[in-house]
Every structure is written in structure tokens, then in C-alpha cells.
């Protein structure tokens, strides 16, 4: 009986893990989208480059989001980050500062820094 009971709590040890594992993995690649979005201004916190006809793209989170547009200005309203071009050439803007850009350059992606 002793045996019986030591395998069934190992069993249910072993599905609460798995359970566990399931959830945490699933929130983890949620967390890998990084919300970005087309505003008519910069927001808050926010990494925003300005494109030649006024629109302002909204990058947010950590790490890569790729855009293919052309871009004329640049604000970190928060962390730094580089604005990288097709020709693999990039514009850093640091946080909380303000710069203009390449226009003439097609963006490839930008990348926040945190």
C-alpha cells in the first residue's frame, strides 16, 4: 500500500510540473510579441520613428520589430534604440533624445534596447 501511495503522489507531482511547463511556455511566447502599432503621435515609453508623411510607428518591448518603410525622425520616449536600414547601416537614438534619420533608406527593423 505504501508502494501504491508513493507512485500515485510521484504521478501527480509529475503532472502538476507538466502542467506548470504548459503554462509558463505558453505566457513566455506571449511575451515574445512585442505590441507595436501606427499612431498620430509618440506615446509614452515608447520607441517611435516618424514616417516621411507624418504617420509615427510605435515600436514597443525589447529586442526586434521589423518595419519597411521609409523614415525622416526618430524619439526614444524611453529606452535607446537603432533604427537598422536594408544596406545594413543604422541610426542609434539614444534614450530620451530626439534625431532625424536617413529618409532615403528603407528601414529593415527596429531594435529597443533594455
Avoid at 505504501?2 to 510540473?17: D, E, G, N
Avoid at 543604422?90 to 531594435?111: C, F, G, I, Q
Wanted: a positive charge; glycine letters at 8%; proline letters at 3%.
Amino acid at each position: 500500500m505504501q508502494l501504491l501511495k508513493k507512485h500515485v503522489c510521484r504521478i501527480a507531482v509529475a503532472l502538476a510540473l507538466g502542467a506548470g511547463t504548459l503554462v509558463g511556455g505558453s505566457s513566455t511566447a506571449s511575451a515574445a510579441v512585442h505590441p507595436q502599432y501606427w499612431n498620430n503621435k509618440c506615446d509614452y515609453g515608447r520607441a517611435c520613428i516618424y514616417d516621411t508623411d507624418g504617420r509615427v510607428f510605435n515600436a514597443d518591448g525589447c529586442g526586434n520589430n521589423p518595419i519597411r518603410e521609409n523614415f525622416d525622425y526618430a524619439k526614444a520616449y524611453g529606452n535607446s534604440f537603432r533604427v537598422w536600414y536594408r544596406n545594413n547601416t543604422w541610426d542609434l537614438v539614444p534614450a530620451w533624445s530626439e534625431r532625424t534619420l536617413d529618409s532615403s533608406n528603407l528601414t529593415a527593423k527596429v531594435e529597443v534596447y533594455c
